[in-house]
Protein backbone atom coordinates (compact mmCIF):
# COMPACT_ATOMS: atom_id res chain seq x y z
CA UNK A 1 0.00 0.00 0.00
CA UNK A 2 1.66 3.32 -1.01
CA UNK A 3 2.12 5.72 2.07
CA UNK A 4 0.23 8.90 2.26
CA UNK A 5 3.28 10.95 1.44
CA UNK A 6 3.48 8.55 -1.69
CA UNK A 7 0.23 9.76 -2.62
CA UNK A 8 0.59 13.72 -2.12
CA UNK A 9 3.87 13.32 -4.14
CA UNK A 10 2.29 11.65 -6.97
CA UNK A 11 -0.80 14.09 -6.82
CA UNK A 12 1.26 16.57 -7.09
CA UNK A 13 3.48 15.57 -10.09
CA UNK A 14 0.22 14.80 -11.66
CA UNK A 15 -2.68 17.57 -10.57
CA UNK A 16 -0.51 20.38 -9.09
CA UNK A 17 -1.57 22.30 -5.65
CA UNK A 18 -5.13 21.85 -6.35
CA UNK A 19 -5.70 18.51 -6.26
CA UNK A 20 -3.53 18.02 -4.00
CA UNK A 21 -5.39 19.78 -1.40
CA UNK A 22 -7.98 17.58 -2.18
CA UNK A 23 -5.90 14.71 -1.63
CA UNK A 24 -4.79 15.89 1.21
CA UNK A 25 -8.58 16.14 2.62
CA UNK A 26 -9.57 12.74 1.83
CA UNK A 27 -6.38 11.01 3.70
CA UNK A 28 -7.64 13.10 6.26
CA UNK A 29 -11.67 12.05 6.26
CA UNK A 30 -12.34 16.45 4.99
CA UNK A 31 -14.01 16.85 2.10
CA UNK A 32 -11.60 19.97 0.99
CA UNK A 33 -12.37 20.19 -2.63
CA UNK A 34 -10.36 22.12 -4.70
CA UNK A 35 -13.59 24.60 -5.27
CA UNK A 36 -12.94 25.47 -1.64
CA UNK A 37 -8.89 26.57 -1.83
CA UNK A 38 -7.91 30.31 -2.09
CA UNK A 39 -5.40 30.89 -5.36
CA UNK A 40 -2.07 29.93 -4.39
CA UNK A 41 -0.47 33.79 -4.91
CA UNK A 42 -2.41 36.80 -4.35
CA UNK A 43 -1.07 40.36 -4.09
CA UNK A 44 -3.34 42.14 -1.66
CA UNK A 45 -3.68 46.25 -0.87
CA UNK A 46 -4.93 46.18 2.80
CA UNK A 47 -5.36 49.44 5.03
CA UNK A 48 -3.32 49.21 8.17
CA UNK A 49 -0.69 46.63 6.63
CA UNK A 50 0.88 48.30 3.23
CA UNK A 51 0.78 45.26 -0.24
CA UNK A 52 0.66 42.16 1.12
CA UNK A 53 1.57 39.01 -0.77
CA UNK A 54 -0.77 35.93 0.46
CA UNK A 55 0.22 32.65 -0.62
CA UNK A 56 -1.95 29.60 0.15
CA UNK A 57 -4.44 31.88 2.60
CA UNK A 58 -1.16 32.95 4.77
CA UNK A 59 0.22 36.58 4.49
CA UNK A 60 4.39 35.36 3.08
CA UNK A 61 5.99 39.13 2.28
CA UNK A 62 4.88 42.78 3.07
CA UNK A 63 5.51 46.05 1.17
CA UNK A 64 4.74 49.10 3.69
CA UNK A 65 3.39 51.41 1.96
CA UNK A 66 3.61 55.51 3.71
CA UNK A 67 -0.06 56.24 4.47
CA UNK A 68 -3.15 53.74 3.76
CA UNK A 69 -2.75 51.34 0.75
CA UNK A 70 -5.31 51.18 -1.21
CA UNK A 71 -3.89 49.98 -4.81
CA UNK A 72 -0.93 47.58 -5.24
CA UNK A 73 0.37 45.57 -8.71
CA UNK A 74 2.80 42.69 -8.56
CA UNK A 75 4.43 42.72 -12.15
CA UNK A 76 5.87 40.01 -14.17
CA UNK A 77 10.01 40.42 -13.17
CA UNK A 78 8.99 40.46 -9.63
CA UNK A 79 8.61 44.43 -8.67
CA UNK A 80 5.99 45.70 -7.04
CA UNK A 81 4.15 49.01 -7.56
CA UNK A 82 2.25 50.37 -4.26
CA UNK A 83 -0.03 53.14 -2.89
CA UNK A 84 -0.35 54.74 0.31
CA UNK A 85 -2.15 58.08 1.08
CA UNK A 86 0.91 59.61 1.12
CA UNK A 87 3.15 58.19 -1.63
CA UNK A 88 3.62 55.74 -4.31
CA UNK A 89 6.57 53.43 -3.66
CA UNK A 90 7.76 51.28 -6.29
CA UNK A 91 9.92 48.11 -4.76
CA UNK A 92 12.18 46.10 -6.56
CA UNK A 93 11.98 41.67 -5.47
CA UNK A 94 13.07 41.89 -2.20
CA UNK A 95 10.99 44.46 -1.12
CA UNK A 96 13.24 47.11 -0.83
CA UNK A 97 12.08 50.75 -2.18
CA UNK A 98 13.48 51.60 -5.54
CA UNK A 99 11.53 55.15 -5.86
CA UNK A 100 9.20 56.85 -4.32
CA UNK A 101 6.45 59.90 -5.50
CA UNK A 102 5.08 61.82 -2.65
CA UNK A 103 2.29 63.72 -2.44
CA UNK A 104 1.93 67.31 -1.63
CA UNK A 105 0.66 68.17 1.45
CA UNK A 106 -3.20 68.09 1.90
CA UNK A 107 -3.22 65.78 -1.21
CA UNK A 108 -4.13 62.10 -1.09
CA UNK A 109 -3.74 58.94 -3.49
CA UNK A 110 -5.68 56.03 -3.62
CA UNK A 111 -4.63 54.73 -6.43
CA UNK A 112 -2.62 53.33 -9.27
CA UNK A 113 -1.61 51.41 -12.62
CA UNK A 114 1.75 50.43 -14.12
CA UNK A 115 1.82 51.34 -17.59
CA UNK A 116 3.81 49.60 -20.93
CA UNK A 117 6.57 52.19 -20.82
CA UNK A 118 7.44 50.95 -17.02
CA UNK A 119 6.11 54.08 -15.83
CA UNK A 120 2.68 54.53 -13.59
CA UNK A 121 -0.93 56.29 -13.41
CA UNK A 122 -2.12 57.62 -10.33
CA UNK A 123 -5.11 59.93 -9.42
CA UNK A 124 -4.38 62.73 -7.09
CA UNK A 125 -7.43 64.17 -4.50
CA UNK A 126 -6.98 67.22 -3.91
CA UNK A 127 -5.43 68.87 -6.96
CA UNK A 128 -8.34 67.05 -9.35
CA UNK A 129 -5.51 65.51 -11.65
CA UNK A 130 -4.67 62.44 -13.27
CA UNK A 131 -1.07 61.90 -13.80
CA UNK A 132 1.57 59.82 -15.67
CA UNK A 133 4.43 59.00 -14.45
CA UNK A 134 8.09 57.40 -15.97
CA UNK A 135 9.90 54.57 -14.79
CA UNK A 136 11.82 57.70 -12.27
CA UNK A 137 8.42 58.61 -10.81
CA UNK A 138 8.62 61.92 -12.21
CA UNK A 139 5.10 63.33 -14.00
CA UNK A 140 5.15 63.15 -17.94
CA UNK A 141 1.42 63.97 -18.66
CA UNK A 142 -1.25 65.59 -16.67
CA UNK A 143 -5.03 65.52 -16.98
CA UNK A 144 -7.30 67.51 -14.98
CA UNK A 145 -10.59 66.09 -13.92
CA UNK A 146 -12.40 69.24 -13.63
CA UNK A 147 -15.86 66.71 -14.44
CA UNK A 148 -15.54 66.25 -10.57
CA UNK A 149 -18.04 68.23 -8.02
CA UNK A 150 -16.92 67.13 -4.59
CA UNK A 151 -14.67 69.61 -2.78
CA UNK A 152 -12.87 67.28 -0.25
CA UNK A 153 -9.82 65.86 -1.31
CA UNK A 154 -10.50 62.37 0.52
CA UNK A 155 -13.63 61.67 -1.57
CA UNK A 156 -12.71 62.57 -4.49
CA UNK A 157 -11.78 59.91 -6.33
CA UNK A 158 -11.04 56.22 -5.82
CA UNK A 159 -10.25 53.74 -8.89
CA UNK A 160 -8.14 55.27 -11.97
CA UNK A 161 -7.53 52.78 -15.00
CA UNK A 162 -6.25 53.38 -18.73
CA UNK A 163 -7.22 51.05 -21.22
CA UNK A 164 -5.23 50.10 -24.47
CA UNK A 165 -7.21 52.52 -26.45
CA UNK A 166 -5.56 55.57 -24.29
CA UNK A 167 -9.08 56.72 -22.46
CA UNK A 168 -9.44 56.73 -18.98
CA UNK A 169 -11.61 55.57 -16.36
CA UNK A 170 -12.39 57.69 -13.25
CA UNK A 171 -14.00 56.70 -10.52
CA UNK A 172 -15.41 59.93 -9.35
CA UNK A 173 -16.46 58.62 -5.28
CA UNK A 174 -18.49 61.00 -3.55
CA UNK A 175 -20.01 62.49 -6.45
CA UNK A 176 -21.23 58.58 -7.15
CA UNK A 177 -20.42 58.64 -10.70
CA UNK A 178 -17.66 56.42 -13.09
CA UNK A 179 -16.48 58.61 -16.17
CA UNK A 180 -14.48 57.88 -19.39
CA UNK A 181 -12.53 59.96 -20.58
CA UNK A 182 -10.45 60.75 -23.62
CA UNK A 183 -6.54 61.84 -23.42
CA UNK A 184 -7.63 65.60 -22.89
CA UNK A 185 -9.78 64.99 -20.39
CA UNK A 186 -13.19 65.17 -22.36
CA UNK A 187 -15.79 62.56 -21.05
CA UNK A 188 -16.79 60.08 -23.45
CA UNK A 189 -18.77 58.67 -20.78
CA UNK A 190 -20.78 58.73 -17.23
CA UNK A 191 -22.48 56.22 -15.28
CA UNK A 192 -24.21 57.94 -12.37
CA UNK A 193 -24.40 55.28 -9.54
CA UNK A 194 -27.19 57.06 -7.91
CA UNK A 195 -29.34 56.49 -11.20
CA UNK A 196 -29.11 52.47 -11.63
CA UNK A 197 -32.15 50.55 -10.67
CA UNK A 198 -32.61 48.02 -8.56
CA UNK A 199 -30.86 45.61 -7.10
CA UNK A 200 -27.81 48.37 -7.20
CA UNK A 201 -27.44 50.29 -4.23
CA UNK A 202 -24.75 52.84 -2.67
CA UNK A 203 -24.06 56.68 -3.30
CA UNK A 204 -20.98 56.42 -3.67
CA UNK A 205 -18.28 54.21 -5.84
CA UNK A 206 -14.73 52.57 -4.83
CA UNK A 207 -13.41 50.23 -8.05
CA UNK A 208 -13.84 50.51 -11.69
CA UNK A 209 -12.72 47.84 -13.92
CA UNK A 210 -12.85 47.70 -17.92
CA UNK A 211 -13.25 44.07 -19.04
CA UNK A 212 -11.95 43.02 -22.42
CA UNK A 213 -15.34 42.55 -23.92
CA UNK A 214 -16.12 46.18 -23.56
CA UNK A 215 -18.14 45.79 -20.39
CA UNK A 216 -17.07 47.86 -17.03
CA UNK A 217 -17.17 46.73 -13.37
CA UNK A 218 -18.21 48.89 -10.57
CA UNK A 219 -18.03 48.15 -7.01
CA UNK A 220 -20.18 50.68 -5.27
CA UNK A 221 -18.19 50.82 -1.89
CA UNK A 222 -20.62 50.69 0.90
CA UNK A 223 -23.07 49.70 -1.18
CA UNK A 224 -21.87 46.24 -1.03
CA UNK A 225 -22.55 45.74 -4.46
CA UNK A 226 -20.71 44.72 -7.42
CA UNK A 227 -22.51 46.00 -11.10
CA UNK A 228 -20.96 44.77 -14.45
CA UNK A 229 -22.78 46.99 -16.96
CA UNK A 230 -22.61 46.67 -20.98
CA UNK A 231 -20.92 49.78 -23.69
CA UNK A 232 -24.98 50.93 -23.78
CA UNK A 233 -25.36 50.86 -19.85
CA UNK A 234 -27.28 47.55 -19.51
CA UNK A 235 -26.91 46.03 -16.28
CA UNK A 236 -25.62 42.57 -17.49
CA UNK A 237 -24.61 41.16 -14.13
CA UNK A 238 -24.76 41.99 -10.21
CA UNK A 239 -23.84 40.88 -6.75
CA UNK A 240 -25.49 41.80 -4.26
CA UNK A 241 -25.66 40.81 0.11
CA UNK A 242 -28.51 38.50 -0.37
CA UNK A 243 -26.61 36.49 -3.10
CA UNK A 244 -23.74 35.63 -0.99
CA UNK A 245 -25.18 35.36 2.94
CA UNK A 246 -22.38 33.60 3.93
CA UNK A 247 -19.95 36.75 3.40
CA UNK A 248 -21.34 39.13 5.38
CA UNK A 249 -20.73 41.72 2.67
CA UNK A 250 -20.72 45.64 3.75
CA UNK A 251 -18.54 46.96 1.22
CA UNK A 252 -17.14 45.92 -2.60
CA UNK A 253 -13.41 47.35 -3.36
CA UNK A 254 -11.14 46.38 -6.09
CA UNK A 255 -12.10 43.40 -8.37
CA UNK A 256 -10.04 40.63 -10.59
CA UNK A 257 -12.05 38.85 -13.04
CA UNK A 258 -10.54 35.77 -14.07
CA UNK A 259 -10.22 33.86 -16.89
CA UNK A 260 -12.96 31.45 -16.24
CA UNK A 261 -15.05 34.04 -15.76
CA UNK A 262 -14.87 34.08 -11.86
CA UNK A 263 -14.62 37.19 -9.73
CA UNK A 264 -12.16 37.94 -6.93
CA UNK A 265 -13.51 40.56 -5.02
CA UNK A 266 -12.05 42.54 -2.09
CA UNK A 267 -14.44 43.40 0.07
CA UNK A 268 -13.21 45.66 2.86
CA UNK A 269 -14.49 45.44 6.15
CA UNK A 270 -16.92 42.51 5.07
CA UNK A 271 -16.79 39.46 7.41
CA UNK A 272 -14.94 37.78 4.59
CA UNK A 273 -13.10 40.26 2.80
CA UNK A 274 -11.67 38.55 0.19
CA UNK A 275 -13.92 35.78 -1.70
CA UNK A 276 -14.39 34.35 -4.69
CA UNK A 277 -17.56 34.25 -6.31
CA UNK A 278 -18.89 32.39 -10.21
CA UNK A 279 -20.89 34.15 -12.32
CA UNK A 280 -24.25 31.45 -11.51
CA UNK A 281 -23.09 33.68 -7.64
CA UNK A 282 -21.75 30.39 -6.12
CA UNK A 283 -18.64 31.34 -3.91
CA UNK A 284 -15.79 29.39 -4.31
CA UNK A 285 -13.41 29.81 -1.75
CA UNK A 286 -13.41 32.74 1.41
CA UNK A 287 -10.79 34.38 4.07
CA UNK A 288 -11.63 35.44 7.49
CA UNK A 289 -11.01 39.01 8.79
CA UNK A 290 -7.24 38.67 9.66
CA UNK A 291 -5.28 41.72 10.97
CA UNK A 292 -2.39 40.49 8.93
CA UNK A 293 -4.64 41.13 5.97
CA UNK A 294 -5.55 44.63 7.22
CA UNK A 295 -8.78 45.99 5.21
CA UNK A 296 -8.62 44.52 1.46
CA UNK A 297 -9.28 47.04 -0.98
CA UNK A 298 -8.23 45.71 -3.84
CA UNK A 299 -6.90 42.21 -5.13
CA UNK A 300 -4.78 40.73 -7.96
CA UNK A 301 -4.31 36.69 -8.29
CA UNK A 302 -0.96 35.73 -9.81
CA UNK A 303 -0.08 33.37 -11.80
CA UNK A 304 -2.86 33.73 -14.07
CA UNK A 305 -2.83 35.02 -18.01
CA UNK A 306 -2.56 38.66 -18.28
CA UNK A 307 0.24 41.21 -17.56
CA UNK A 308 -1.10 44.14 -15.61
CA UNK A 309 1.55 46.87 -17.26
CA UNK A 310 -0.02 46.08 -20.65
CA UNK A 311 -3.55 47.22 -19.72
CA UNK A 312 -4.54 42.86 -18.70
CA UNK A 313 -6.48 44.59 -15.94
CA UNK A 314 -8.60 41.60 -16.35
CA UNK A 315 -6.90 38.02 -16.43
Same mark, same amino acid.
Given at each position: ??????????????????????????????????????????? $???? #??????????? $?? !?????????? /???????????? *???????????? #???????????????????? +?????????????????????????????????????????? *?????????????????? /? #?????????????? @?????? +??????? !????????? !??????????? #???????????????????? /?????????????????????????????????????????????????????????????????????? +? @??
Amino acid at each position: MLSVIAVMKRAWRRWGWRMLVGVMGLLSGINAQAEQTAPPRML $VAGM #GVGAVLVENGM $VT !KRYPTQGACQ /DAWKLSDGRVVA *VGTQSLQGFDAA #GQVLQSYRAAAGVELHNCQP +LPDGGVLLAECGTKRLLELNADLVIVREVKLDMIREEKGHGQ *VRHVRKTGAGDYWVMASY /D #GKAFRINSQGVVQR @EVDLRQ +LPAPVTG !KIGHSVVPL !KNGNVLIGTSY #GACLVELDPAGKIVWTLTPQ /DVPEIGLKYVAGVHRLPNGNTVISAYNSDYPLFEVTPAKTVVWKLAKNPALGTPTNVQVLDVAGDPSQFG +L @EK
